[in-house]
């Protein structure tokens, strides 16, 4: 069956504009999850989806930063108001989200690699 | 806290070379998952290996085996006889059962592999 799929693969934005990734997980899992990958700070968690709820948003590194999810499927992250330290590799995981969800495996889309002039 | 140590940051090999990748966890929960993720050069997370933390048979795929040592908390990954595809970035992960980041992994820097003909 398909991937995860993310949208736009590539971004090239000017700073302070803002900017929109997409996530369509794999049809059928409840769970989310957006990451960044930046080559100072290696891969980092942002923010968790179970529906479209979303109980973990420990990792936003700031308040430019939301995501919201809709119909339990795709779900956008939102950077508002762009800086160059913005810059990385945006990825979307998705895992089936039934009870003993920790031990379920998250599958990675390609990702979206966002550059800010 | 939770932390993954990846010493190795870059490894070359020749062709047909075996090679360990290391991996040290730390957390003080009983309960855990590991992981080992490859990310080719063209950018996607790909799903290796799963083990918890009960459980620390060795397990063989293939030309890939990973050895769990809780006594030392490592997860080391071996490639047997590597291959050009091989060369890719490997990750390993690290994700809690229980607690309020029990919904992330916790990445290591990666070790990036190289396998020259």
């Known amino acids: 069956g398909a991937g995860v799929s993310q949208s736009p693969s590539n971004k090239v934005t000017e700073k302070g504009k803002d900017v929109e990734l997409r996530c369509d997980p794999i049809s059928g899992h409840t769970a989310l999850y957006w990451y960044r990958q930046s080559l100072g700070q290696g891969l980092e968690f942002l923010i968790y989806?179970?529906?479209?709820?979303?109980?973990?948003k420990s990792g936003l590194p700031s308040d430019r930063f939301s995501a919201e999810r809709t119909g339990g499927s795709v779900s956008t992250l939102t950077i508002q108001r762009t800086q160059q330290e913005d810059s990385a590799v945006y990825l979307c995981?998705?895992?089936?989200?039934?009870?003993?969800?920790?031990?379920?495996?998250?599958?990675f889309g390609p990702g979206t690699r966002l550059l800010v002039l | 806290a939770q932390k993954v140590t990846q010493a190795q940051t870059e490894i070359s090999v020749v062709e047909k070379e075996d090679v360990t990748l290391d991996c040290v966890y730390e957390t003080r929960d009983t309960t855990y998952y590991l992981f080992w993720y490859k990310q080719p050069p063209s950018g996607e997370l790909v799903f290796l290996i799963r083990r918890n933390s009960f459980d620390e048979q060795n397990e063989i795929s293939g030309r890939y085996s990973w050895n769990f040592q809780k006594s030392t908390s490592s997860f080391n990954f071996t490639i047997t006889a590597s291959q050009v595809v091989d060369s890719a970035v490997y990750f390993c992960?690290?994700?809690?059962?229980?607690?309020?980041?029990?919904?992330?992994?916790?990445f290591g820097k990666g070790t990036k592999l190289s396998v020259k003909p």
């Open positions: 992960a690290l994700r809690v059962a229980y607690g309020g980041s029990q919904g992330n992994l916790i």
């Open positions: 995981a998705s895992s089936l989200g039934s009870f003993g969800r920790a031990e379920e495996t998250q599958y």
């Open positions: 989806f179970q529906g479209n709820s979303a109980p973990d």
